[in-house]
Every structure is written in C-alpha cells, then in structure tokens.
C-alpha cells in the first residue's frame, strides 16, 4: 500500500479558514470552491435542484452545504488526514470510520483532492455539479440526501474496503472442480440491494464507481448514488485487473429512487432497514467485479473459451469464500450496455458461486432472455454432479453461439 497524504500543512490551513464560513448562497458557493479547488466549475446541476424542487434551496444552505463544510472540516482534525493507496495486483484491507469516510467524500464534492493519476477513478464531483442532464440532476440529489442525513452528525460504524485478488484458474482446473452445483433461485420482481443477508454483487466498471460523477446512469452508478459512502473507495482503489474484485461492507442506503439510466429520479431520503452490527455498521456485503466490455468488439467473441474463463476467473474472485460465505444476490452482469449474453453470463456465474459453496439469488427484473432460468437450474442439478461437469457442458454448448443455450445444456 501507498500512503497518499493529499494536503498540505499550507493545505490544510487555508481549507480549514474556508470551511469555518459555509456560504449562504450558489454564488458564494462558487467563489468558496473555486477557492479550495484552484478553479472555477459551473454549479449549473445545483442551480437546476434549486429552480426544481420548492424549498430546496434554503434546506440546501441552511443544511445541506454547512454538513459538506462540517464533515470536510473534521476530517482536516487530524493531523495529517492520509490514506493507504491500494495497489493493483495486491490483495489489501483497509477499514475507515464512517466519519472519516463522511470527510473524505466532501472532498470529493469541494473538489480539493488532487488527481490520483491515470490507474484511479476521477474523484472531483466538478462534472456532476456542471451537469446538464436530468439523470445527473438527481444522482447528485442522492448524494445531498445523505449529507442533509448526517448534518446532526456522521453515522456510527466503518466502512471495510478490500481488494481481493485470486490466482485464475485454466480450462482444465476448472473442469475438475468437484464442488456440487449449489442452489440457485430465480428471483423475478425483487432487486440486489434489497437482497439482505447476501453478497450484493455490484455490476462495475473496472475504475471502480463508473460514471457515477459523470453521466453514466445504470446499476453500478445508481448504487453509490444512492449509497455515497461507497464512493470513499473509490479513492483508495485502482483499476481493477481481470483477478480482481472489490468488496465493500457496512454502506447503507439514504436516498430512494425511481427508474434506471435517462428515467432515473430521486425520490426522496431512505432509511435503510437493513441489520447492525455491534458497532454500529450496516450489514452490507457488497462487491464490485467488472465484465468484458462488448460495445467496441465482436459480441460473439463472448463465446470462446478465452473470454468464458476471464468471466468466470473474475466471478470467483468476487465470490471467493471468506468466513460467512453468504449466498450471492446477482443479475444479469455485463449484459446491458456492455452487450453480455444472459444466459452465459447466469451460468457462468453460478459455477463460480458453486466453486465457493456460495448459493445464488438471481435477480432477473423479468427479463424474458433468462426466461427458462428456473427451470434450467432445475434439470442441471439432476444432470450435472459438479461445477467443472456444467463448465465443461458449457465449453460444449457455446458453439453454435447463445441461441437457445438453457436448452442446450439441459436438453
């Protein structure tokens, strides 16, 4: 790990007068970032919220921008407010009180964290507060919901952050897998954040939270929207590579929403009824792996043995078993605008759960192209003995491409 410590003593000093005047209006906001970032940005994003929503704008500085300010101001109480870089390639756990993950992502909303460099997601929220589109509008709602929740003070807890990294296996380690096909239930109408007592599986992008600060607008997005405590790893996490995932726990959610990319819409703050721990953290296990990205490249490439083990090696990753191995809340992975198959990408994933005795809730928003799931799963538990005999089914089944495929490895 890199100790990385972003400010100053000059820093820190000049940051800590600014935040001690919470401004009381968009202009004074804008004189106030541009102070603490070294450059102008549009608040366009936030003038849209204020022309849109009755009362919004003075809850918005007379709560709102003060909690940003507050949390911001106590993380600079520390003596010199670092943290422990991950690296690429390197498996690391790092826990942060929730106060201080609070601090850390009202930087990233004032913009006064330097560039992290090519391998780091972008943290500046310059983009999102610009933003000109509706579905920008409201992930940036999301994310003042939560800061008008803890404007009374930060959350009890911490926030756990770790990159898993594990060796990937070949065609042949996985046909000898022994491990019985594990349960898998088809789960129609409810979602994967909703899924308590399981491992939530985050649909990522390999810069860990996406286009969350910029336009994206799909599930990875939406959920650390929804949940802003995630996006503090997004500062201590590179790129991911193919052996890797990230597992986040103790994040809740504070804002409710409607929708899904171009329709996304807040829809007012959230309180989370999901468990505690002892100390005080939400019981949420949450892990981020990253699927081929089909947009740019041939779709049917998905099919061959190369592109089938690099799907199912980063499954496993996020799915290695650890002390509860909790059975995994899923969906269709990579099969939106990345131009995954379904089907392939359901079954790929339920032999990397079975490797890791890890059952399977799959969240299926009643898409019609993983229709016969359920019934598929059923006659594959009769059929097949172990994972590596389904995966090697699999290698079998995919040459005439996805058409059909639940039938193939059934029938």
């Known amino acids: 790990m890199t100790a990385w410590a972003p400010f100053s003593t000059a820093k820190q000093l000049q940051l800590r007068a600014l935040l001690s005047m919470p401004p009381?209006?968009?202009?004074?906001?804008?004189?106030?970032?541009?102070?603490?970032?070294?450059?102008?940005?549009?608040?366009?994003?936030?003038?849209?919220?204020?022309?849109?929503?009755?009362?919004?704008?003075?809850?918005?500085?007379?709560?709102?921008?003060?909690?940003?300010?507050?949390?911001?101001?106590?993380?600079?109480?520390?003596?010199?407010?670092?943290?422990?870089?991950?690296?690429?390639?390197?498996?690391?756990?790092?826990?942060?009180?929730?106060?201080?993950?609070?601090?850390?992502?009202?930087?990233?909303?004032?913009?006064?964290?330097?560039?992290?460099?090519?391998?780091?997601?972008?943290?500046?929220?310059?983009?999102?507060?610009a933003g000109e589109l509706p579905s920008q509008h409201a992930r940036l709602r999301c994310v003042l919901a939560y800061f008008d929740r803890i404007a009374d003070g930060a959350p009890r807890g911490r926030l756990v952050v770790e990159r898993a990294v594990t060796p990937p296996r070949a065609a042949m380690e996985w046909a000898m897998d022994p491990s019985p096909l594990t349960d898998l239930t088809v789960d129609a109408r409810g979602t994967i954040e909703d899924a308590r007592g399981h491992l939530q599986v985050d649909f990522a992008n390999e810069f860990l939270g996406g286009g969350v600060l910029r336009k994206g607008c799909v599930q990875e997005e939406i959920r650390?929207?929804?949940?802003?405590?995630?996006?503090?790893?997004?500062?201590?996490?590179?790129?991911?590579?193919?052996d890797e995932a990230i597992v986040m726990r103790g994040a809740e959610r504070f804002a409710a929403a409607t929708g899904y990319a171009s329709s996304f819409a807040y829809a007012g703050p959230f309180h989370d009824p999901v468990a505690r721990l002892a100390d005080g953290s939400a019981d949420v296990d949450f892990v981020a792996i990253d699927a081929v990205d089909y947009r740019r490249a041939d779709a049917a490439a998905q099919y061959g043995d190369g592109a089938m083990l690099r799907e199912l090696n980063k499954a496993r990753a996020g799915f290695v078993?650890?002390?509860?191995?909790?059975?995994?809340?899923?969906?269709?992975?990579?099969?939106?605008?990345?131009?995954?198959?379904?089907?392939?990408?359901?079954?790929?994933?339920?032999?990397?759960?079975?490797?890791e005795g890890r059952a399977v809730r799959y969240?299926?928003?009643?898409?019609?192209?993983?229709?016969?799931?359920?019934?598929?799963?059923?006659?594959?538990?009769?059929?097949?003995?172990?994972?590596?005999?389904?995966?090697?089914?699999?290698?079998?089944?995919?040459?005439?491409?996805?058409?059909?495929?639940?039938e193939r490895l059934a029938g």
């Open 24 to 129: 009381r209006g968009l202009d004074e906001l804008t004189r106030a970032r541009a102070q603490m970032a070294g450059r102008v940005v549009s608040l366009g994003a936030l003038e849209a919220l204020c022309a849109a929503e009755a009362g919004f704008a003075g809850r918005l500085f007379d709560r709102i921008v003060p909690s940003v300010f507050s949390h911001a101001r106590a993380l600079l109480a520390h003596d010199s407010p670092a943290l422990a870089l991950h690296q690429v390639g390197g498996a690391t756990r790092t826990a942060l009180t929730r106060a201080d993950a609070a601090g850390w992502v009202a930087h990233m909303v004032l913009g006064t964290l330097p560039n992290l460099g090519m391998l780091h997601p972008d943290v500046d929220f310059a983009r999102l507060l």
């Open 363 to 406: 969240c299926t928003f009643g898409d019609a192209r993983v229709g016969e799931l359920a019934r598929f799963a059923d006659r594959a538990r009769t059929r097949f003995a172990t994972a590596g005999d389904l995966w090697m089914k699999l290698r079998a089944a995919v040459g005439d491409g996805g058409d059909g495929l639940f």
């Open 321 to 355: 078993r650890d002390a509860r191995n909790l059975p995994v809340a899923t969906g269709n992975w990579g099969c939106g605008a990345f131009r995954g198959d379904p089907a392939l990408k359901a079954v790929l994933q339920w032999i990397a759960a079975s490797a």
């Open 224 to 242: 650390f929207a929804v949940a802003p405590e995630h996006m503090a790893a997004m500062i201590l996490s590179p790129r991911m590579r193919a």
